[in-house]
Nanobody, 122 residues
Framework: VQLQASGGGLVQAGGSLRLACAAS????????IGWFRQAPGKEREGVSC????????HYADSVKGRFTISRDNVKNTVYLQMNSLKPEDTGVYFCAVESRWGSSCPIEYEYWGQGTQVTVSS
């Protein structure tokens, strides 16, 4: 199983980026998905998650209204559209998948991607 994240980069505050996470070795439609980030010197935090059906999503308060999680089960890829970026969004972004879904974001994830760097300049 491999999750390959891409789409990170350097962007000015107010700009946008679209992260992608291509999955191989598994059927994405069977998995809930999550995006996380880790800023320098800080713990990893959950950004967003989506159920297997795509019908339920959750977002961290810090990104609500600016970020959108989505999935394309045909392409076996998940996305994170990030708009109105702020310097505090800087960090390494990770995708993850989990086969179990309750009523909210999974506590643990089975598989993780390698991360992609997002840097937002002021």
């Amino acid at each position: 199983v491999q999750l390959q994240a891409s789409g990170g980069g350097l962007v000015q505050a107010g700009g946008s980026l679209r992260l992608a996470c291509a999955a191989s070795g598994l059927t994405l439609s069977y998995y809930a998905i999550g995006w996380f980030r880790q800023a320098p010197g800080k713990e990893r935090e959950g950004v967003s998650c989506m159920s297997q059906s795509g019908g339920t999503t959750h977002y961290a308060d810090s990104v609500k209204g600016r970020f959108t999680i989505s999935r394309d089960n045909v392409k076996n890829t998940v996305y994170l559209q990030m708009n109105s970026l702020k310097p505090e969004d800087t960090g390494v972004y990770f995708c993850a998948v989990e086969s179990r879904w309750g009523s909210s974001c999974p506590i643990e994830y089975e598989y993780w991607g390698q991360g992609t760097q997002v840097t937002v300049s002021s």
